[in-house]
Every structure is written in C-alpha cells, then in structure tokens.
C-alpha cells in the first residue's frame, strides 16, 4: 500500500555539493514526473518520463538530471546545487489510459534548502 | 498568462459554513483534477473529472466543459479541512498533452477556525 514514496524527506545542502532524490512506485504506472514547488507559485515540472529507459526535459530543467533505468524507479539529481533550487520537489506516477484521463498519485514530498 | 486560475487565493471560514472554491483553466483539457496538501504534507488526489459532477463525502467537485470551469463545494466544514487545495488539468492531446503532464493552479489556501 506504498504508492509513490520519496526519500529522502528532509536535506539541506551546501552551493556547489550535488545530491540525489529517489523517488519509487509500486503500481507498476508507466509514467512519472519531477515536480518544484515554491511559494506563490503552482507546481512546475522540471523532467519527466513515459516509460523505462526514457526521460524529457519540462518546464524548468535546467540544473537538474534524470534517470529512469528501472520502471519503478525515477531519480532526479542536483549536480552543482544552487540556492535557486531550494524547493519542495514532489515525484508524481501515472497510468497510461485513453485520452491521459487517469489519475495522478504524488509523494510525499522532499524539502530541500542550499546554503 | 495562467493557464489555470484558482480563485480565492486565500479563504477563512467558520466551521460548519459551505466552502465554493473555483477554478478556470484556458486549454482544452482531457480531464481535472482536484488536489489536497496539508501542510508540510503530501499531496492527495480528491477527484478527478471530465463532465459533470462528483461527491465523496462531504466534497463535491462539479465541471463546466464548455465554460471552462470547475468548482470544488465543501459542505459543514471542519477545521481538519484546513489545507491547500490545488486546482490541475491534464491537457487534450491536442493541446500538448501526450506525455500526460499536469498544469497547476496555484492553489487556494483553506483556514476553517472551531
């Protein structure tokens, strides 16, 4: 009864040290998203993937990599993290179905500040 | 411009009193859905529709298509219902939506006081 879960919760980083947030679901849904949350703003989505081995870029990109080798699996990575990228970050899972009208199971979310 | 408009930003109410949030979107969309975020919480799926109208409990979620708009109705709210509600739409194909992105409102933050 997992559905989508993100570790880690909590991390704050120095300018500069990179990191890596995983984000893992148990419903076997084919797509996944990275999400930023920031205040005075909706969620906008930084990469996304529609099926293993696949990835794209969003709206906000840059700074960030993904990988999606494994179909549970989505990670996003910080290589150089900047204080522009404190953020709460939120994974999100889909199922395909017809005409994309299926419903989308979020995270808990990760609060992430650079210092 | 926004794609998708909440409105209010911000809603204080009493407890017991009937809730109406809305929300405008300007794409053609396959499917909305209502989202809740308490705070420094996750973020839950409360309906997802595409005409209509639908009700789970005391939440009832109605959508115009041809108006463009949905609204979100609380009835004899609760102070647990205290938390962000996030108005999104999943685009048709036509508006860009293959690979099944959500766009986001900014959300309406709900305070019910005891």
């Known amino acids: 009864n997992a559905g989508v879960t993100q570790t880690p919760k909590f991390r704050v980083l120095k300018t500069g040290q990179s990191m890596t947030l995983l984000c893992a679901q148990d419903m076997n849904h084919e797509y996944m998203y990275w999400y930023r949350q920031d205040p005075g703003m909706g969620l906008r989505l930084i990469h996304y993937s529609v099926g293993e081995g696949t990835t794209a870029k969003g709206e906000v990109p840059d700074g960030y990599n993904v990988s999606r080798l494994k179909k549970q699996n989505f990670l996003l990575g910080l290589e150089s993290a900047a204080p522009s990228q404190t953020s709460v970050y939120f994974c999100?899972?889909?199922?395909?179905?017809?005409?994309?009208?299926?419903?989308?199971?979020f995270g808990q979310g990760t609060r992430l500040t650079v210092v | 411009k926004n794609e998708v408009e909440q409105s209010p930003q911000n809603l204080t109410a009493q407890e017991g009193e009937f809730i109406t949030i809305n929300c405008s979107y300007s794409v053609g969309i396959s499917a909305l859905h209502w989202l809740q975020q308490h705070p420094g919480g996750g973020i839950v799926s409360l309906f997802m529709l595409s005409s209509g109208k639908k009700k789970h409990g005391r939440l009832i979620a109605t959508i115009n298509i041809q108006e463009k708009h949905s609204s979100l109705h609380i009835t004899a709210s609760h102070p647990r219902d205290s938390a962000v509600y996030i108005c999104?739409?999943?685009?048709?194909?036509?508006?860009?939506?293959?690979?099944?992105?959500?766009?986001f409102g900014k959300g309406t933050k709900l305070s019910v006081k005891p």
């Open positions: 999104a739409v999943s685009p048709s194909l036509n508006y860009g939506g293959s690979q099944g992105n959500l766009i």
């Open positions: 999100a899972s889909r199922k395909t179905g017809t005409l994309l009208n299926t419903e989308a199971f």
